[in-house]
């Protein structure tokens, strides 16, 4: 079974321009996350997506990064423009949804796009 | 609220002896605690999980943790360290139910020959 994907695996771009990450999640996997962690920082939640719908985006930082997930599938993550302090390496993660309700939240994550601007 | 405590941000063994890496929580609610390793270049990946079932909660690769909910810790240990555990460890808090996670600052192990 293949895991959680990301790409790229590295970005580099100046400040100003656009960037859009992308994640492909474990097949059959209803909940997407999106992490970041920020140099020498904790990893922060971003947002939750169950299916396509945003359940929860208060990490995201700012007006600036829009995250979807249309069809419920792959999601991608864009930084618009992209600034300086957003430099970092964003995770993304899946879980499953059960029909029975969720009793822990075992994620699996991608290996991160580490995104740098200059 | 949730939080979650790494005690150290660096941990030095030799091959073969004991690990210890220290994570204390806190939380309103029944936390689900989770370890998850990430070696370089690599995603996270999960070493154990504890769900209120158990206590002493083992693990992949020989680690265990064990649930202390009058300390609030659910420090990571393994009795002999090996050259492959070198990496960033991640305490991770989530309430039962829920989704939303909290890591801690993570513990970077390093493994000496």
């Known amino acids: 079974e293949a895991g959680v994907t990301q790409f790229p695996s590295h970005s580099v771009i100046e400040k100003g321009q656009t960037v859009t990450l992308r994640c492909d999640p474990i097949?059959?996997?209803?909940?997407l996350y999106w992490y970041r962690r920020v140099m020498g920082k904790e990893i922060k939640f971003l947002l939750h997506?169950?299916?396509?719908?945003?359940?929860?985006e208060s990490g995201m930082p700012n007006n600036r990064f829009l995250a979807e997930r249309t069809g419920g599938t792959y999601s991608t993550l864009k930084v618009q423009p992209a600034e300086l302090e957003d430099s970092g390496v964003y995770f993304c993660?899946?879980?499953?949804?059960?029909?029975?309700?969720?009793?822990?939240?075992?994620?699996?994550f991608g290996p991160g796009t580490r995104l740098t601007v200059l | 609220a949730q939080s979650v405590t790494q005690l150290d941000s660096h941990v030095s063994v030799s091959e073969g002896t004991p690990v210890l890496l220290r994570c204390n929580y806190s939380s309103s609610y029944s936390p689900s605690l989770f370890w998850y390793v990430q070696h370089p270049n690599k995603g996270l990946q999960l070493l154990l999980k504890y769900t209120s079932a158990a206590t002493l909660v083992k693990g992949i690769n020989g680690f265990e943790a064990e649930f202390k909910k009058s300390e609030t810790s659910f420090h990571l240990t393994k009795p002999s360290a090996h050259m492959s555990d070198a990496a960033e460890y991640f305490c991770v808090v989530s309430v039962i139910g829920g989704f939303k996670t909290i890591f801690g600052a993570g513990t970077r192990l390093f493994v000496k020959a």
């Open positions: 097949s059959g996997h209803d909940n």
């Open positions: 997506f169950v299916k396509e719908s945003k359940q929860d």
């Open positions: 993660a899946s879980s499953e949804l059960s029909s029975s309700g969720v009793k822990y939240n075992e994620q699996f």
